[in-house]
């Protein structure tokens, strides 16, 4: 994809490997990426780490908020490390930046319509899940605050985009503070909920009507079984955990659509079977 510009635009990916192999799902999503979108990919970890698909390796330290979290497609508790990505706007090499989750798996080139725009600052506020007929957003905490996702965000060197970033840091150093005052679970430090906070205080206290990514965030969670056929496409097989065994289990192909998959052993195995 050209630059628009002149500028210099690019992905940035992170990756902290423990009992999940981050780094292996990084690799195949920055490899997604340079096929439909064309733009190189930086990869950022807390270890050495070598593969050719990444324009850069940038090393930083160790994330401290450590959470855990159960996962239906294990059936156990991981370690889930997710903090340090407010830190993206200081260590991106680019000039316009697409900030990916590993778990994200593009497979077609609609994303570039946002790397080419002029907006400072893009972010899904929709999502919806394979199981729903609609995309909706959601609310966190008591004062039921809008939620926007982390899990794909655009963003430039406008001073905007500073802001968003540098409220996000102050709310990561300070996530108790701000979850007693928002009323939201503070025991697992959610970027979504930071992001969230950040575009309200970067927005002067309002909620802005213009980062929002003009199609849903699409996610199968973790109690959907994913195969992969293609790069193109997908099978998802859901009504595994929530419906009795006896009832067919429902089958969805998903072609030349970008999908968040959160259950990460069948990225593990898409990986393997790939490599």
């Not at 679970?185 to 970067?202: C, F, G, M, P, V």
């Not at 193109?232 to 999908?259: M, R």
Request: proline share 4%; aromatic share 14%.
């Amino acid at each position: 994809m050209e630059s628009n510009q002149n500028q210099t635009i690019g992905a940035i990916i992170y990756a902290f490997d423990h009992e999940i192999a981050y780094t292996k799902l990084a690799v195949d999503c920055a490899k997604r990426v340079q096929k439909h979108l064309d733009i190189p990919c930086s990869l950022i970890t807390d270890k050495p780490f070598k593969h050719e698909v990444f324009e850069h390796v940038i090393l930083v330290d160790t994330p401290k908020y450590k959470n855990r979290r159960w996962w239906y497609d294990t059936d156990k508790t991981t370690l889930w490390l997710n903090g340090s990505r407010s830190n993206a706007y200081d260590l991106s090499p680019y000039d316009r930046t697409l900030l990916l989750d590993a778990d994200y798996l593009v497979c077609e080139n609609k994303i570039c319509n946002l790397l080419n725009s002029s907006q400072p600052f893009f972010a899904h506020k929709r999502a919806m899940n394979v199981k729903d007929k609609q995309p909706r957003c959601v609310t966190f905490g008591t004062k039921h605050t809008e939620m926007w996702w982390a899990t794909l965000v655009v963003f430039d060197r406008s001073e905007f985009s500073q802001d968003v970033f540098s409220a996000w840091q102050m709310i990561e150093t300070n996530y108790n503070y701000y979850a007693g005052m928002f009323g939201f679970e503070r025991k697992q430090y959610r970027n979504d909920y930071a992001i969230s906070l950040a575009l309200l205080l970067a927005n002067g206290n309002f909620m802005p009507t213009q980062c929002d990514i003009p199609w849903p965030l699409f996610n199968a969670d973790t109690d959907c079984a994913v195969y992969f056929n293609s790069e193109q496409s997908c099978e998802v097989n859901y009504g595994i955990v929530d419906e009795p065994a006896t009832l067919e289990h429902k089958k969805l192909e998903i072609c030349d659509f970008d999908i968040h998959v959160m259950g990460k052993s069948y990225l593990d195995n898409n990986y393997a079977v790939q490599s």
